[in-house]
């Protein structure tokens, strides 16, 4: 007996809201120790109910919400189909506005006022098996049998209210259960008197939109919540699901307008998702279509999500802080949609009619927000999946790393565009039963540098399966450098069911590495030798007496090789700023003839074991370009083809308008002069022709490491004849010599531009 006393001690103690609670609160307190006491064979089973359902009630959430959670916790102890409470919220007695609240998934079968009316007049807890359906008002719907318990929540003498359950058989209301009902009718008297409270001191303005939340529906709209229950059951899509809501809401109610809009707490604003019947005009809230949001401090539907109680506002052009909500629209009803405790979407209903809404409307909503619950919450969590899904394969397609999911047999179970981009695998056909360690070589096969280490880097996946392993391979025709990583993959219980390939392109990072490798090393070398030269002649001029001829000679070769580092220097700086795009063409009609004539003077020294050939057949008509630019273009050639031809031989320059035909393919229209030399030099093999315009790139062969050089002449060339608007190209075959032709704009084809 003693945890029983210490506990109505507890409650007697506690510091109650009203002396009305103060006062109901030691019924309640009596009532439980009656209830644990007077039947001490109780079960284990009741007393737990009790304990759940007071704490229930005694909670802070609004009260519908705690008035469902009461009717859920009873479900599993009573067995009723549904439950209805009907109260007098503000004076606390009959007479004033009635209040209803129902349970969420109701019985489409009307209830009986008449029986809550005998309940009340009888005042004690009534049990009744009665007949619904039929003619009973019930429509169309079949006649039942059904069990019915009412219980007056009577306190002080007066009727605070009526609880009533209904079960479908007659065995499913127990007659074991009065001391639980009876019990828990003192406690719903203080949740009504404290409600009553709080909405007496409210100002009227929010009294005015605070509205039932717990309306008798109408045999009709039950009917319609139980023709939805399929459809409602069956939405996965969240757009369809909320657009079925928002359809079947304007049907029944009737209202011109309305929408749903989703909760986003995180950020504390309401997201539009769906809408109709809101023109241009609609104002701020609803005028801008789906994905709008606004602040949950703002309008009815703010209010709702925030309070979780349906709220109705006949005139929200009088109603403080909704004025303008929605242009040319009077009456709004907004009804949330409650997830785990807290609202995760709210239904909004407008009109231009002051009465458009009352409280068979507003039943008729709070019912379907109750009943779409269970299936907005399973929409969510789909929709949420859904979205998850698209993400990780719009992350997985866009990649540009090629990405497989290969099994423990090495056939590719899913793959991106990349994979297939990088092994060149498009347009394959009968992919269902493609092996990397079979198809994918046997793919690679003609231009697999080293096949035989692809080969063993299949079999070293297949005899190491938990191995992170890494490869490169090389391909030819054309040259490309692929990266492969192979890592086990796992299922849910951490075994191994196959390896993920990722494929990435290391061409440029190889060519990049080679480059600056290749820089090093010529740079260094080309460095070297002339300052060598300097150093040496210099150190000699310094230290010892020459004859005047003597002297002349180093200081010539000092100079020569000044000229030299001056000349790397330059075109290393020159290379620099065609890439970055900073080199400024100073543009004048100039004629090639007279370019060609300054370059055979300078080029005098040069020719000592060669013969330049100069083809100008036809008068060339002036071009658009930088006379140093060109000149420097053509210098780079003669040059290249001197130092490429070691034993002499004729190297020949030929200048006249190009004709269509022998313009490259690709090349712009219009009038183009052609430029070309040729030289019967060493010639140029097919494989190194793409890459002799790469900046340091030199062909490795003896010859080429005999006659040195930078490699950067042919780069500067090809980028200046580029600014020009021409095209450079070259024909070679190796050991038959090389020609190089460009062409440059006519001046009248490009001097008025």
């Not at 006022?113 to 429509?139: M, Q």
């Not at 009065?178 to 009553?196: K, S, T, Y």
């Not at 866009?398 to 565009?417: C, E, F, Q, Y």
């Not at 030099?681 to 040195?708: C, H, M, Q, S």
Request: hydrophobic content about 40%.
């Amino acid at each position: 007996m003693a945890p029983a006393l210490r506990r109505v001690t507890f409650l007697q103690g506690h510091a109650f809201d009203s002396p009305v609670q103060h006062a109901t609160m030691r019924v309640v307190a009596a009532d439980m120790r009656q209830l644990m006491t007077v039947r001490p064979d109780q079960s284990a089973q009741t007393l737990s109910t009790f304990g759940a359902a007071a704490r229930l009630l005694q909670g802070d959430d609004p009260l519908h919400i705690r008035l469902h959670r009461l009717f859920d916790l009873l479900r599993d102890a009573l067995h009723h189909r549904d439950a209805r409470l009907t109260c007098w919220l503000q004076s606390a007695r009959p007479g004033s506005t009635r209040q209803q609240y129902f349970s969420a998934d109701a019985w489409p079968y009307r209830w009986d006022d008449s029986l809550a009316r005998t309940v009340a007049r009888e005042g004690v807890i009534a049990r009744r098996v009665i007949v619904l359906g039929g003619g009973a008002g019930g429509g169309q719907l079949p006649a039942v049998r059904a069990a019915y318990l009412g219980a007056p929540i009577m306190w002080g003498g007066r009727l605070w209210g009526i609880f009533e359950l209904r079960a479908d058989h007659a065995d499913g209301l127990r007659a074991a259960t009065d001391e639980l009902i009876g019990g828990l009718l003192p406690q719903l008297a203080a949740v009504i008197a404290r409600e009553g409270e709080r909405l007496a001191s409210l100002p009227v303005g929010e009294r005015a939109g605070d509205t039932p939340t717990g309306l008798s529906l109408r045999a009709q709209d039950k009917q319609q919540l139980v023709a939805l229950n399929d459809s409602l059951d069956e939405a996965m899509d969240l757009h369809a699901l909320l657009s079925l809501l928002l359809r079947r809401a304007l049907e029944v109610s009737g209202a011109e307008a309305g929408a749903v809009a989703l909760v986003d707490h995180e950020r504390g604003e309401l997201v539009l998702h769906t809408f109709e019947g809101f023109g241009d005009e609609a104002g701020p809230n609803l005028q801008s279509g789906p994905r709008q949001r606004w602040s949950l401090e703002t309008g009815l539907a703010g209010r709702a999500a925030q309070s979780g109680r349906a709220l109705l506002v006949r005139d929200v052009t009088v109603e403080p802080g909704l004025r303008g909500a929605s242009a040319g629209l009077r009456a709004e009803l907004a009804a949330p949609i409650m997830l785990g405790g807290r609202t995760s979407a709210v239904i909004i209903l407008s009109s231009p009619r002051s009465n458009a809404f009352g409280e068979d409307e507003l039943a008729f909503v709070r019912a379907l927000c109750a009943r779409a619950a269970p299936p907005l919450s399973r929409a969510l969590h789909y929709q949420a999946a859904i979205e998850s899904a698209l993400y990780l394969g719009q992350v997985f397609s866009s990649l540009p790393t090629g990405l497989a999911l290969i099994d423990i047999h090495g056939k590719v179970l899913r793959s991106n565009p990349a994979w297939d981009s990088l092994w060149g695998l498009h347009g394959r056909e009968n992919r269902e039963s493609f092996h990397v360690s079979l198809d994918l070589i046997a793919h690679l096969l003609p231009r697999l540098h080293d096949p035989l280490s692809m080969t063993e880097f299949c079999d070293a996946m297949q005899r190491s399966p938990t191995k992170d392993l890494i490869t490169t391979v090389r391909l030819t025709h054309p040259a490309q450098d692929l990266e492969v990583r192979s890592v086990p993959t796992h299922d849910s219980k951490d075994r191994i069911i196959g390896r993920l390939w990722a494929v990435s392109d290391v061409t440029r990072e190889r060519e990049s590495d080679r480059m600056k490798s290749e820089f090093v090393a010529i740079v260094s070398h080309e460095l070297r030798t002339p300052l060598t030269s300097i150093l040496g002649y210099t150190e000699l001029l310094l230290n010892r007496d020459f004859s005047a001829e003597e002297r002349h000679q180093f200081i010539t070769t000092v100079y020569t090789e000044a000229g030299r580092l001056a000349h790397l220097v330059e075109d290393l700086l020159g290379m620099s700023r065609i890439e970055a795009g900073k080199v400024k063409l100073n543009r004048w009609v100039i004629s090639l003839t007279n370019v060609v004539y300054e370059l055979t003077t300078q080029l005098n020294t040069s020719l000592i074991n060669h013969r330049l050939l100069i083809d100008i057949t036809s008068e060339i008509p002036p071009i658009y370009a930088d006379r140093d630019k060109v000149k420097q273009i053509i210098f780079n050639l003669l040059t290249n083809a001197i130092k490429y031809s070691p034993s002499g031989g004729e190297i020949q320059l030929a200048i006249h308008e190009a004709r269509p035909d022998e313009l490259p393919p690709g090349h712009p229209a219009g009038r183009w002069v052609l430029v070309s030399v040729r030289d019967q030099g060493i010639g140029i093999a097919k494989d190194d022709l793409p890459r002799i315009w790469e900046r340091f790139y030199r062909v490795d062969n003896t010859n080429t490491r005999r006659i040195g050089g930078t490699g950067l002449g042919l780069s500067i060339t090809r980028g200046l004849v580029e600014l020009h608007g021409g095209q450079i190209v070259v024909e070679s075959e190796l050991g038959q010599g090389s020609r190089f032709f460009f062409t440059l704009p006519v001046s009248n084809e490009l001097a008025r531009k």
